[in-house]
T-cell receptor
């Protein structure tokens, strides 16, 4: 079945450092891909998405490119801030069907130090 | 717009008891999905409701059941609670048709003792 694998955390960075969180997926067809962020004590917020190959999703300085050839959707940010500290989840939604069920990775905790 | 709301925020139950969690979707949304997020894990899909019917179900036992009301709000019921049911339960709302974004509520933290 469909699945998502993302790098284990925690990832600890200093403020203004470059961030990469790796995400790869297994799916049939052409899934849509997402990054969600979860701040302490809160639910999930959609950070960015891409719905077809070579699409680049971007939001709040974060970017991710849908790479079908490598089945990857790595999250990047050029300069992280303390306020970016959170858990980041990569997710996919399968192609077709009558539902928009999301399949999540296990999450990566990012801790940014001043 | 209040967004997706869930109640209660926290809940403590003992093994064997039953629990009901509630969710009100974002204004204009007609579909509600429920997810279970165990500590340190990603959310796992439980089921989805549209037009008051369960449309798809994840790999969860029949102890997990749900309901959707005519106003699109939803309940998640769990019977015969086990210690392993302790988790954050997330509700997400969306529009059924098309590839629409799911909006998540803050969740209900269930602890089973």
């Amino acid at each position: 079945g469909d699945s998502v694998t993302q790098m284990e955390g925690p990832v600890t960075l200093s403020e203004e450092a470059f961030l990469t969180i790796n995400c790869t997926y297994t799916a049939t067809g052409y899934p849509s891909l997402f990054w969600y962020v979860q701040y302490p004590g809160e639910g999930l917020q959609l950070l960015l998405k891409a719905t077809k190959a070579d699409d680049k999703g971007s939001n709040k300085g974060f970017e991710a490119t849908y790479r079908k050839e490598t089945t990857s959707f790595h999250l990047e940010k050029g300069s992280v801030q303390v306020s970016d500290s959170a858990v980041y989840f990569c997710a996919l939604r399968g192609y077709g069907g009558a539902t928009n069920k999301l399949i999540f990775g296990t999450g990566t905790l990012l801790a940014v130090q001043p | 717009d209040a967004g997706v709301t869930q109640s209660p925020t926290h809940l403590i139950k003992t093994r064997g008891q039953q629990v009901t969690l509630r969710c009100s979707p974002k204004s204009g949304h007609d579909t509600v999905s429920w997810y279970q997020q165990a500590l340190g894990q990603g959310p796992q899909f439980i089921f989805q409701y549209y037009e008051e019917e369960e449309r798809q179900r994840g790999n969860f036992p029949d102890r997990f059941s749900g309901h959707q009301f005519p106003n699109y709000s939803s309940e998640l019921n769990v019977n015969a609670l086990l210690l392993g049911d302790s988790a954050l339960y997330l509700c997400a709302s969306s529009l059924y048709r098309g590839l629409n974004e799911q909006f998540f509520g803050p969740g209900t933290r269930l602890t089973v003792l």
